[in-house]
């Protein structure tokens, strides 16, 4: 009786050719890089893992990058409790990263173009990749521009930075933010009226993306609701918010307030002593503790949250696949927003210790 035939299997050597002739280099060079021994170039390192991927390679895949893979985050200075959340946002999303992987945090003044730019163009470490929350200015954008041109990938995350072909924008569709605050103020004013249009800081994109989505949300939809031609930018202060109010509300037939964002003590102050708190619609940002305090008492009726945690994982994800420590694109879209009102906002801290 015969012996049981034995299933022939591929010789190793053919499927190592096969990813030489993808990865245009020497089949030893494939054994090389697989088998992780010898010398190899990262350049060829990586043209040899890609191919073995795309060939379906039945093992696991080594590394394809050694050492410390360097990001900067750079953050404006801000006491504003989204970016206290951002940063807690960031501290949680750290922890869970590969150890090679190194994020630097930086906080930086919000207008000091010199400072920014510095930060930008000088780090003090072979860095690969960057993400950058800041105002949209022409030094800024010079600054970024070359970063790229220099290899690095670059991300903006919060609020975007006009035509320097960052890599991706990670953030909220301020945009749309603004068209849904103009669609409740629409739907929840019940007389005609004017609108004020409180700016937070007019030299950041994200601002003037809510502002201007807003407007065209109430033009296009609500013709019994008026803006004023322009808004009055508060530098996020109480106290500009405040006296903005109070000079609406003193030249009579203010029926909504949207601000894009703080100084929301200096809007609640002026509605109140004007005995306006409970006539005027009012839409804010970002869900925090005092806003639940204004929607509980019935001053404030819709805040919408642009969501820290989801905007620091897309921006990390989108670094890390650019950098081939994450194989699978993340989706190039904008993070969700959510919106907030008396019947969804919970009672446990939103701004952790």
């Not at 895949?61 to 807690?88: C, M, W, Y």
């Not at 501290?91 to 906080?107: E, F, K, N, P, Y």
């Not at 307030?257 to 002026?270: H, L």
């Not at 019947?343 to 952790?352: E, I, K, M, Q």
Request: charged share 25%; proline share 4%.
């Amino acid at each position: 009786m015969a012996p049981p035939a034995v299933p022939r299997r591929r010789k190793r050597t053919a499927r190592f050719i096969e990813i030489a002739e993808l990865a245009g280099v020497s089949a030893s060079t494939v054994d090389r890089v697989l088998n992780e021994r010898g010398s190899v170039s990262a350049a060829a390192r990586e043209r040899v893992v890609a191919a073995a991927r795309e060939l379906a390679l039945p093992r696991l895949l080594p590394e394809t990058r050694h050492g410390l893979i360097h990001v900067d985050v750079l953050l404006p200075e801000s006491d504003a409790p989204f970016f206290k959340r951002l940063n807690q946002a960031l501290q949680r999303a750290t922890q869970m990263l590969d150890r090679r992987v190194v994020v630097h945090r930086t906080s930086l003044p919000a207008a000091d173009d010199n400072r920014i730019t510095a930060a930008i163009a000088q780090p003090r470490y072979r860095r690969a990749g960057l993400i950058v929350t800041t105002h949209d200015t022409a030094q800024v954008r010079d600054a970024l521009r070359a970063a790229i041109e220099h290899g690095e990938a670059v991300v903006t995350m919060v609020t975007d930075v006009s035509d320097i072909g960052r890599l991706e924008y990670a953030g909220i569709d301020n945009l749309r933010a603004g068209r849904t605050a103009g669609y409740y103020i629409g739907r929840l004013s019940t007389r005609p009226g004017r609108v004020l249009l409180l700016g937070g800081r007019m030299d950041y994109r994200a601002h003037v993306d809510r502002i201007g989505g807003c407007r065209a949300q109430l033009t296009e939809r609500f013709s019994h609701m008026t803006c004023q031609q322009d808004p009055i930018e508060t530098q996020d202060e109480d106290d500009r918010c405040y006296q903005a109010v109070a000079t609406a509300l003193k030249q009579g037939g203010l029926s909504a307030i949207y601000n894009s964002g703080y100084g929301s003590t200096g809007v609640e102050a002026a509605l109140r002593k004007f005995g306006a708190a409970h006539e005027v619609v009012w839409v804010g940002h970002e869900m925090l503790d005092l806003h639940r305090d204004y929607i509980d008492a019935g001053i404030m009726d819709i805040v919408i949250d642009q969501d820290p945690d989801g905007q620091v994982i897309a921006a990390l994800q989108r670094i890390l696949h650019a950098c081939g420590v994450v194989d699978t694109a993340p989706r190039a879209e904008p993070v969700e927003f959510r919106v907030y009102c008396s019947a969804n906002v919970r009672h446990s801290p939103y701004l952790g210790e």
